[in-house]
């Protein structure tokens, strides 16, 4: 007997560029999909009360992910997203953080419904990426059901 499971990951590529466009950093950090991501999509299986994912946030923590996070462990910025895709089995959210926001040493990064709380579907830790005062960094975060 064949039985279905389903499973959801994640990876987000993050784009750090200067004030004239040139890339600094480009690096693509899988992500762990945490226990109040995965009760929010159970949800929005039953019915559509629960907000869409609408904010990407960075900061400065940089402690393992593990399922019980529900906020990145120092948050330094927080944006909207600027488009949600879907195709086939793969959501695409993508955001910029621009010059002047969040201007650290970024090692984390989560998604999430609100501007501010809000359920945290999914974070990461990676490298320091050294955000400058005048550098934009492009988050383009990828969901696979399968």
Not at 63 to 78: F, K, Q, W
Request: with cysteine; charged share 15%.
């Amino acid at each position: 007997m064949l039985l279905d499971e389903i499973k959801i990951s994640g990876a987000v590529r993050l784009v750090l560029k200067d004030e004239q466009g040139n890339v600094k950093e480009d690096r693509t950090i899988k992500n762990l999909v945490v226990t109040t991501g995965r009760d929010y999509i159970a949800s929005r299986i039953k019915d559509a009360t629960a907000t869409v994912m609408s904010h990407f946030a960075v900061g400065t923590n940089s402690t393992a992910p593990v399922l019980a996070d529900i906020t990145l462990g120092t948050e330094s910025g927080r944006v909207a997203l600027s488009s949600t895709t879907v195709s086939t089995n793969v959501v695409t959210y993508t955001a910029t953080v621009p010059a002047g926001t969040a201007t650290a040493a970024l090692v984390e990064a989560g998604l999430f419904n609100a501007a501010s709380s809000g359920t945290m579907l999914c974070r990461t830790t990676f490298a320091v990426i050294n955000k400058g005062a005048n550098d934009s960094l492009t988050a383009t975060w990828t969901l696979t059901v399968s």
